[in-house]
């Protein structure tokens, strides 16, 4: 018998079911075991349900008693930008006082900021900084997180960022997906000549991040004065062609006609989608790209939030994700996230878990490994301190994340 562990007694055991997104109607259909136990063996899931017996072969040092409380799958954080040096309060509040974030971008603030400061810092200057981050997002209940390059640019920084996210994978519990999001805007060394900036991007800092494993996932910042509908195109499926799964910044800011492109290119995301057109929508549900919303950068920027009922509705697989970044939301909080997801953009509890769990899995690449509570899966777990899983959105914009477990080892306690 391997290393076990085992939950018992859990008020409820609440999981999305299966191996890929689920799409539209099917996002609510969560399972919920009642009193009930998970055993796990050797970082697996191997049996869920309201089997007593099982108490009697796992060790009592080894037997976690969730009398009263509530057993999740651990939550993926499918779209951050979680290292970077610097910060941008001031840019904050400027935003606050009614400049837009394009014209602080257009005034040399904006992305092109925090390029800065990370193309000045050490490598083990961000390990230091992201393992601060990467602690919080763990008390969140946060077990897998997707995170991006992007304010390097240029070839060492950009190297450098997706570097720190290997090193800090061996650091600490939290599983990182990285992603090379080199045409995240266009750097002052290359302005106006966009390009000539794909062609670098392209031929000279890929082949070397591909050649040394550094990112599964390519994107692009895909937006009106950034980054053109033809630009996207031809960049991402050069990308596709170097072996890059793909992932796209569409419609934030302006319809641009990111959300089609998405579905077109089968990229494995499609996010921010505040603008996405009603073609947009539609061509998102009839494909398997998930539409991934953050709605707290849509909340710090003052935007209207993505249309998550109508995506839903019409077929789409929607995953929720943080996008915590120093710029367009400098948060990381999966509460206040839940409570925007159920209170403005009309999802119900059981959307957003699995909009939380399985669908982030899935905009990760990692539904079949990930995202669910059942047999063979890895056992990434959160326990609430609460009978339901409905205290999610009750407990307003209050973390009530009580241990995480990552591979079958409790990794936190609150
Ligand atoms: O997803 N929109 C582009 N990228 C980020 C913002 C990055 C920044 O402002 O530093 C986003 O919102
Ligand atoms: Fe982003």
Redesign the pocket.
């Known amino acids: 018998m391997g290393d076990q562990l085992l939950i018992k007694n859990a008020a409820q055991v609440v999981t999305p079911v299966g191996h890929t997104a689920l799409k539209g109607a099917a996002m609510k259909d969560i399972k919920i075991y009642e009193n009930a136990s998970v055993l796990i063996e050797d970082g697996r899931i191997t049996a869920v349900g309201d089997e007593t017996e099982w108490a009697k072969t796992v060790p009592a040092d080894k037997q976690i008693d969730a009398t009263g409380k509530t057993v999740l799958p651990g939550f993926v954080d499918s779209?951050t930008?979680f290292v970077?040096g610097g910060y941008?309060a001031d840019e904050f509040l400027w935003r606050m006082e009614g400049m837009t974030?394009m014209e602080i971008m257009e005034r040399g603030g904006?992305?092109n900021n925090?390029m800065k400061a990370t193309r000045e810092a050490s490598g083990e200057e961000l390990i230091d900084h992201s393992m601060d981050i990467l602690k919080k997002m763990l008390a969140f209940g946060i077990t897998t997180v997707e995170g991006k390059s992007?304010?390097g640019m240029d070839h060492d920084t950009e190297l450098k960022q997706l570097e720190v996210m290997k090193e800090l994978e061996k650091r600490q519990p939290v599983e990182i997906v990285r992603t090379f999001l080199g045409a995240?805007s266009i750097p002052p060394e290359y302005k106006g000549r966009n390009e000539e900036f794909l062609e670098f991007l392209i031929k000279e800092v890929m082949p070397d991040v591909k050649k040394a494993d550094l990112a599964q996932f390519c994107d692009i910042?895909c937006?009106k004065g950034v980054f053109s509908i033809e630009e996207s195109r031809k960049f991402l499926q050069q990308a596709k062609d170097m072996g890059f799964d793909l992932k796209i910044?569409a419609d934030?800011i302006v319809t641009l006609g990111g959300a089609e492109l998405g579905a077109e290119l089968g990229c494995t995301s499609a996010?921010?989608l505040l603008h996405a057109s009603d073609e947009g929508i539609k061509a998102l549900a009839n494909s398997d790209t998930v539409a991934t919303l953050?709605p707290t950068?849509a909340f710090c920027l003052k935007e209207p939030f993505a249309p998550a009922r109508k995506m839903i509705d019409a077929g789409c697989a929607v995953a929720l994700a943080t996008?915590f970044?120093?710029?367009?939301?400098f948060t990381n909080s999966v509460p206040l996230m839940i409570a925007l997801g159920v209170i403005y953009m009309g999802m119900t509890a059981e959307e957003a878990i699995t909009a939380l769990t399985l669908n982030g899995a899935a905009a990760v690449g990692r539904a079949d490994k990930i995202g669910s509570i059942e047999e063979g899966k890895q056992a990434d777990l959160v326990i609430l301190q609460y009978p339901s899983y409905k205290f999610l959105p009750y407990h307003t914009g209050v973390n009530i994340v009580e241990t995480v477990i990552k591979k079958g080892k409790v990794v936190h306690q609150a």
Do not use: A
Request: charged share 20%; hydrophobic share 15%.
């Open positions: 779209h930008h970077f941008r974030y904006g992305i925090t992007g304010y995240h910042f937006e910044h934030e996010d921010h953050l950068t996008d970044n120093p710029g367009s939301g």
